[in-house]
């Protein structure tokens, strides 16, 4: 007997008990059902977290901070000239592995636009700066070569430094202005945009553009990033910091912060290593900085949502095989009400395998169908788990996902078959003849 | 080479801790062609002997060989084979699936020998008119009479063309006059030259066969040509 008359077989045997079969389906509906909808949320979330992951400077994003020194080394703490615009330079000069180094000086000062003023903190950096930081465009363009070169007063504000200042204005508006920083005029020469994370972005949609947002209470990551206010390194020093330390030159005054990209991820750590021997020379030999890098905070976003694809899975996992165990229940029913048809299958030449395949493809059936529905049940669930939590990332089905539910099902047809194709297989002819 | 040939051929029944001996060392020879009754009455072995002959069941001693196939000790899987290649069965319940249809039923057998789709249904239509059901094929056993059951049965009996057709207590579900249009049906496939053998308890029956075997209490009594 070919698997496609069983098929038929099969199939005619669901269509002849719809109900029954429904019900036996209907573990493995919920079970497919809530399987595809928990991957769905876990993928929402993965991937809401990867953006976000990749907005703050990803995982090539590295910082040079100091670090406290260690007694035996006290002594020796003069010699280091602490972090500085050499190390900038020896990085780029001996770290073939970074792809980008951004020094940066910051310095509290005060801003107006002419209609509003406020105190801010202004850092002067390397054009490297927005390709380590992740930095796009709203309109203008970025700090240039140029601008540092020249120490230009030119500088790319953030979204929200641009509201504060002009708040009538759009972006492209904004370039152009006149910012004016403890009185001296910088050119706004770029806006950037409102960097925000996927379910803030979603809550904003849903609240609608009118309503105040409650975001200002609760922890904005890209705070920070929306807030810039970036003018060249060179224009920094020589506007605001130079007069600070008269003994300091441009070279040696100490950084504010010192962050790298690293080129490839693949040369992840021979990459730190060239930056370590780089700032040794530079630090001459004292230990007293640290790479800070985003791995351990990276991979404990990474470990959660880990656990809570597995535990969800967990539970869609076992309503599956608590699926499996209802269709094996049916079967075994449908087995021995079956037990003088399958004695006249065997009369007329079947074998105990071809009932074997019977059976078993039946099962196989009850559980892809089941499946299917589950599929369609699953867009539902979905759209209400949207409805509940509206605020979270989207749960986003996948084909992938889809088609790992319905095989799980099948396969938990499949195990849940075997029993009773058993016992239908290894019925005695003459007996199964003579049942009533 | 007869196409049954029996030697010594015994089979045992445990229940509790009784032995029964439903057949004890029956030697048996069946020519093809023949038309055999086997009579007796119940309990006497002779539902036993049939379902040896028609390969049910394999002995538990003895040597058997039907159409040429060694089934001594044979697993279920020959077994099935066999059946289903040389051997065709009619019952006495009819035994038809009642969720098939007339066609469906007949076509069986072919099912199992792995015939294409096509094929199966052309040869059991032909089957169907054969058996004077050419106007009923769509319908299921519900809807026919018992002797259009049993017409189906014997359909589905010769479907796949086997040497040997055996027909437990065919007419006993069915009025005489039914019952004697089937065993009409038989004597004529006989005279086509199928074998056929014939179980049943009533002798008038038997004696529409050209030979009778007696079985009591598990052995060949007699034989008789009536």
């Known amino acids: ?436 | 080479m007869p196409l049954v040939h029996l030697e010594g051929v015994s089979k045992f029944y445990r229940v509790g801790d009784q032995e029964i001996r439903a057949l004890d060392s029956v030697d048996l020879q069946i020519e093809e062609g023949e038309f055999v009754s086997i009579v007796g009455p119940s309990g006497s072995g002779k539902s036993t002997l049939m379902h040896l002959l028609g390969c049910l069941d394999a002995p538990t001693s003895g040597r058997m060989q039907i159409c040429g196939n060694d089934l001594s000790s044979a697993s279920q899987n020959r077994l099935a084979d066999v059946r289903n290649r040389e051997i065709g069965f009619v019952f006495q319940s009819f035994n038809l699936l009642a969720k098939l249809d007339v066609v469906q039923n007949i076509e069986l057998p072919l099912v199992y020998s792995g015939l294409p789709s096509a094929e199966r249904r052309r040869r059991a239509e032909q089957v169907a008119r054969d058996v004077g059901l050419g106007d009923r094929m769509a319908n299921r056993p519900i809807q026919l009479s018992g002797g259009q059951c049993q017409r189906v049965a014997i359909g589905r009996a010769l479907v796949n063309n086997p040497r040997i057709i055996f027909a437990d207590e065919p007419t006993g579900n069915l009025d005489s006059v039914t019952g004697k249009m089937i065993l009409d049906m038989f004597r004529d496939l006989n005279a086509s030259g199928k074998t056929i053998v014939l179980v049943t308890h009533d002798s008038d029956i038997a004696a529409v066969s050209r030979r009778v075997i007696e079985i009591h209490d598990g052995k060949i009594r007699r034989e008789y040509r009536p």
């Open chain 1, 1 to 436: 007997m070919n698997l496609f008359v069983a098929l038929q077989i099969g199939l005619s045997e669901i269509a002849a008990h719809k109900f029954r079969s429904f019900l036996s389906m209907l573990g493995i509906v919920l079970g497919v059902s809530s399987l595809i909808s928990t991957l769905a949320l876990t993928t929402g979330i993965e991937r809401g977290t990867r953006a976000f992951m990749q907005q703050v400077g990803g995982l090539e994003y590295v910082s040079v901070v100091n670090k406290e020194i260690s007694n035996q080394m006290f002594d020796f703490w003069n010699l280091s000239p602490g972090r500085t615009l050499r190390d900038a330079q020896a990085i780029s000069a001996s770290a073939p592995l970074i792809s980008h180094v951004s020094p940066e000086l910051a310095f509290g000062a005060a801003i107006s636009s002419g209609i509003k003023s406020d105190r801010r903190q202004i850092r002067g950096v390397f054009p490297d700066h927005f390709v380590i930081a992740r930095h796009e465009l709203a309109a203008g363009r970025f700090l240039t070569e140029l601008d540092v070169e020249r120490g230009l007063r030119s500088v790319v504000v953030g979204d929200a430094i641009s509201r504060l200042l002009w708040p009538d204005l759009k972006p492209v508006a904004v370039v152009g202005k006149t910012l004016l920083i403890n009185d001296r005029p910088f050119e706004v020469v770029g806006v950037l945009p409102k960097y925000e994370r996927e379910e803030d972005k979603r809550r904003r949609t849903i609240a609608g553009p009118g309503k105040p947002s409650r975001m200002g209470q609760k922890w904005d990551p890209f705070r920070q990033k929306n807030e810039s206010i970036l003018i060249p390194y060179s224009t920094m020093f020589f506007d605001f910091r130079a007069g600070a330390f008269p003994m300091d030159s441009m070279e040696s005054i100490r950084l504010d912060a010192l962050i790298l990209r690293v080129g490839e991820l693949a040369h992840f750590r021979a990459a730190l290593d060239q930056v370590r021997a780089a700032l040794s020379a530079t630090h001459r030999g004292v230990d007293d900085f640290d790479l800070e890098t985003r791995e351990e905070w990276f991979d404990r976003m990474e470990a959660s949502i880990r656990a809570t694809r597995l535990s969800g899975g967990l539970i869609a996992t076992i309503s599956l095989v608590v699926g499996g165990i209802g269709i094996m229940n049916i079967m075994l029913a449908s087995i021995s009400e079956r037990v003088r048809e399958i004695g006249i299958r065997l009369a007329v030449g079947a074998r105990g395998r071809d009932i074997f395949i019977q059976i078993i493809i039946e099962s196989i059936s009850i559980a892809f169908i089941g499946g299917l529905l589950g599929v369609v049940a699953a867009f539902g669930l979905i759209e209400i788990l949207k409805l509940i939590a509206p605020n979270e990332n989207a749960p986003i089905m996948t084909l992938g996902g889809i088609v790992f539910s319905v095989g799980f099902a099948v396969l938990a047809g499949f195990f849940s078959g075997i029993y009773p194709a058993l016992r239908a297989s290894r019925l005695n002819p003459i007996a199964a003849l003579r049942y009533e």
